[in-house]
């Protein structure tokens, strides 16, 4: 016998989740929250610190004046004892005046630790996952170009498509490749009107792509990796999520490229009239080696090496 419901079990349950999925930005409010709420009571308890230092500094004079006082068996031992109790008795004071404040704090830095905490495992999950599937994906790329050549895996990556046009000056029908309806490429991006590095000449446009792809190659060589979101900003595109992570990093031992290339010299019509300056876009398509993001600092420095891409 079921004591709760289904559907309000099924209902706590989804709760419990989505409190679990929001756990850091509730623990990041509460933690902010609580140093808050430290500081001022750790300053309300400074204006009433002085009230316990004069209390013990008017007893402090009574004890001297008694010890002074020559008609009187009053001792130094008694003194001694009289402001020991004296002293300890302001330090009880101080603490409970300052522990309320200083437990806050407390829970608002574990607060803030765990908040940090459970970021922290959540990303290096995500960037797990995000590597193998980059993978995979490239594994299966290199199994399409086995089988069927690179021009196949084009068009299958592309959604190229074989569009009949026909000459509205001479007539004559002929055949172009198109890409299709779906997105071109996870990090491919169109250059043209979009970015604010983008010219109407197309030899301008020629010259800057090939200066950025070279730059990017000397920043490679010079820092041993580069994110892809470094790239786009080199051309005046938008940032992506997947730039972030993904790039380009130096290896020894040739599992990467060791080069950054923007894919304009593929042999593609598209290509072609843009190298040869009669289009002023193009679609560019990026040799990111993957996931970098958690590779950073595994390669020893100075077993970096570079070579200059053909």
């Not at 808050?36 to 300053?43: F, I, K, N, P, R």
Request: net charge neutral; proline share 3%.
């Amino acid at each position: 016998m079921n004591l709760v419901p289904e559907v309000i079990g099924r209902g706590i349950a989804r709760n419990a989740l989505l409190a679990q999925k929001a756990s850091p930005q509730m623990l990041f409010v509460a933690g902010v929250a609580g140093m808050v709420g430290g500081t001022v009571l750790a300053c309300r308890s400074t204006l009433k610190a002085h009230e316990v230092l004069t209390e013990m500094r008017t007893k402090r004079e009574i004890v001297r004046t008694v010890h002074a006082a020559e008609d009187n068996d009053y001792d130094d031992s008694d003194r001694s004892k009289d402001m020991t109790l004296l002293y300890f008795q302001t330090g009880v004071k101080f603490v409970r005046l300052y522990a309320p404040a200083v437990i806050l704090g407390g829970l608002a830095i574990a607060a803030l630790t765990s908040s940090h905490k459970i970021l922290t495992t959540r990303n290096a999950g995500l960037t797990a996952a995000y590597a193998a599937l980059d993978k995979g994906f490239k594994e299966y790329r290199a199994r399409v170009i086995e089988r069927y050549g690179e021009e196949r895996d084009r068009e299958f990556r592309y959604g190229i498509e074989k569009v009949e046009i026909t000459d509205p000056e001479t007539k004559k029908k002929r055949t172009i490749r198109q890409l299709g309806p779906n997105e071109p490429s996870v990090y491919a991006r169109f250059f043209d009107e979009s970015s604010g590095q983008w010219n109407k000449n197309p030899d301008y446009n020629r010259m800057l792509i090939n200066s950025q792809q070279n730059w990017a190659n000397d920043l490679l060589r010079s820092r041993g990796h580069v994110f892809l979101n470094e790239v786009y900003d080199m051309l005046g595109l938008e940032r992506s999520a997947a730039g972030a992570v993904v790039g380009w990093i130096l290896s020894d031992d040739g599992s990467t490229d060791n080069h950054i290339s923007f894919d304009i010299f593929n042999g593609s019509e598209p290509a072609r009239d843009f190298v040869n300056g009669y289009e002023g876009s193009i679609l560019l398509d990026f040799n990111v080696d993957g996931v970098i993001y958690d590779k950073l600092g595994s390669v020893p420095k100075e077993k970096l090496t570079w070579r200059r891409p053909k």
